[in-house]
């Protein structure tokens, strides 16, 4: 538990209250209909596994115990407060050590645990109702969310938001289910059949974390405009203006050189997903094409001013980038050398693409392909 003065930092657990009483409501859906999806969607992922395994040829490394959980939009929220409360427990730390003793730590060791918490509270129910699946890397156990026996993650589909998408689009459920389910089990099929991934990406957040030395309040501050975005206490085109997102916020120079890998990786590990989910779609999604295009041009037009600037502010706008370009790098590496040749990205941390080779595929192709027959 990170504390100043005595009060916690953040208080996670008026966090996950705070987030739990604004989210929206998903779609009206009876009680038979919500066992059905439920059901439906337990029965795809299961299904995924082999769809996805065949057509990238990868296997896991060992048995795999990856929970999949059908979560709603509550449970969504309870699962990523554990994973932040883990993963960013050493920059809490680090912000507490800094702020300790001084008369800013000791105000907000008094009120600012409980505002951060209600603040991040709000960001969080407008993130619960916009994500449709998502594989947890580093999911801490608990009684209500189970992990990996092994310390591996875990794999949530928000059942709701999936719902609410699908008839948006207004395109065929069944269809629409199994493709979100793709995408996600290309996700748990990276960290499964490639063992030394996760660790080499906690590895670089944590170096990420530990090289921060922004000042807490800045980051509190970006929190707060969010926060009051959502809550109309400013004008939506004040969010985010000066180009800054959180994770700007906090780069140093050895940050930034961190923060282009991770961007690579994410790029490849999101754009590869895409790639699967629609490669795999012709033969077991029928209206894939249709799902696709509805889905892009949803992608593409977002929201509102608000949700636009959000977000910006969030750095949301950078992972939309990295759904485009990963897959631009899968796509080009897949059609000069194939399936196997592309898995050949996989086998360690040297072979992984630059921020540089995912917007020059050839570049990575020459680097790895052209070393090692040379």
Same mark, same amino acid.
């Given at each position: 538990?990170?504390?100043?003065?005595?009060?916690?930092?953040?208080?996670?657990?008026?966090?996950?209250?705070?987030?739990?009483?604004?989210?929206?409501?998903?779609?009206?859906?009876?009680?038979?209909?919500?066992?059905?999806?439920?059901?439906?969607?337990?029965?795809?992922?299961?299904?995924?596994?082999?769809?996805?395994?065949?057509?990238?040829?990868?296997?896991?490394?060992?048995?795999?115990?990856?929970?999949?959980?059908?979560?709603?939009?509550? %449970?969504?929220?309870?699962?990523?407060?554990?994973?932040?409360?883990?993963?960013?427990?050493?920059?809490?730390?680090?912000?507490?050590?800094?702020?300790?003793?001084?008369? %800013?730590?000791?105000?907000?060791?008094?009120?600012?645990?409980?505002?951060?918490?209600?603040?991040?509270?709000?960001?969080?129910?407008?993130?619960?109702?916009?994500?449709?699946?998502?594989?947890?890397?580093?999911?801490?156990?608990?009684?209500?969310?189970?992990? %990996?026996?092994?310390?591996?993650?875990?794999?949530?589909?928000?059942?709701?938001?999936?719902?609410?998408?699908?008839?948006?689009?207004?395109?065929?459920?069944?269809?629409?289910?199994?493709?979100?389910?793709?995408?996600?089990?290309?996700?748990?099929?990276?960290?499964?059949?490639?063992?030394?991934?996760?660790?080499?990406?906690?590895?670089?957040?944590?170096?990420?974390?530990?090289?921060?030395?922004?000042?807490?309040?800045?980051?509190?501050?970006?929190?707060?405009?969010?926060?009051?975005?959502?809550?109309?206490?400013?004008?939506? %085109?004040?969010?985010?203006?000066?180009?800054?997102?959180?994770?700007?916020?906090?780069?140093?120079?050895?940050?930034?050189?961190?923060?282009?890998?991770?961007?690579?990786?994410?790029?490849?590990?999101?754009?590869?997903?895409?790639?699967?989910?629609?490669?795999?779609?012709?033969?077991?999604?029928?209206?894939?094409?249709?799902?696709?295009?509805?889905?892009?041009?949803?992608?593409?037009?977002?929201?509102?001013?608000?949700?636009?600037?959000?977000?910006?502010?969030?750095?949301?706008?950078?992972?939309?980038?990295?759904?485009?370009?990963?897959?631009?790098?899968?796509?080009?590496?897949?059609?000069?050398?194939?399936?196997?040749?592309?898995?050949?990205?996989?086998?360690?941390?040297?072979?992984?693409?630059?921020?540089?080779?995912?917007?020059?595929?050839?570049?990575?192709?020459?680097?790895?392909?052209?070393?090692?027959?040379?």
């Amino acid at each position: 538990m990170t504390r100043i003065g005595g009060a916690e930092m953040v208080d996670w657990n008026l966090a996950v209250a705070t987030a739990t009483r604004l989210v929206r409501p998903g779609p009206d859906v009876s009680r038979d209909e919500a066992r059905a999806i439920v059901a439906e969607l337990r029965r795809h992922a299961k299904a995924s596994e082999e769809h996805v395994r065949a057509f990238t040829r990868m296997l896991p490394d060992e048995a795999d115990d990856t929970p999949v959980l059908v979560v709603d939009r509550p %449970g969504w929220v309870r699962a990523n407060v554990a994973g932040f409360r883990e993963l960013l427990k050493p920059l809490l730390e680090k912000m507490q050590e800094r702020r300790a003793g001084s008369p %800013g730590g000791a105000v907000l060791g008094a009120v600012g645990g409980k505002v951060t918490g209600v603040e991040l509270g709000m960001l969080l129910s407008f993130l619960a109702s916009r994500v449709l699946g998502q594989y947890e890397t580093f999911a801490p156990a608990s009684r209500e969310l189970p992990a %990996g026996e092994n310390g591996g993650g875990r794999l949530l589909l928000v059942a709701p938001n999936i719902v609410h998408v699908e008839r948006e689009l207004d395109v065929q459920p069944h269809d629409f289910r199994l493709w979100v389910c793709l995408h996600e089990e290309t996700h748990r099929t990276q960290f499964t059949a490639v063992p030394w991934l996760r660790d080499h990406l906690e590895g670089e957040i944590q170096s990420f974390l530990q090289e921060t030395e922004v000042d807490p309040m800045t980051v509190l501050e970006r929190i707060r405009e969010a926060a009051q975005s959502l809550a109309g206490g400013r004008p939506e %085109g004040e969010v985010g203006d000066d180009g800054h997102s959180i994770v700007e916020l906090v780069q140093t120079p050895a940050q930034r050189e961190i923060l282009g890998r991770l961007t690579a990786v994410m790029s490849l590990l999101e754009g590869h997903a895409d790639f699967v989910m629609d490669g795999v779609g012709p033969a077991v999604v029928p209206s894939v094409s249709e799902i696709r295009e509805k889905f892009q041009q949803r992608r593409a037009k977002g929201a509102s001013r608000l949700d636009l600037a959000l977000r910006k502010l969030l750095g949301l706008d950078a992972k939309l980038r990295q759904y485009r370009d990963g897959e631009r790098f899968v796509r080009a590496v897949v059609e000069q050398v194939g399936m196997d040749g592309f898995n050949r990205v996989w086998t360690s941390p040297n072979t992984l693409p630059t921020k540089a080779e995912i917007a020059k595929p050839a570049d990575w192709v020459a680097r790895v392909h052209r070393k090692a027959e040379s």
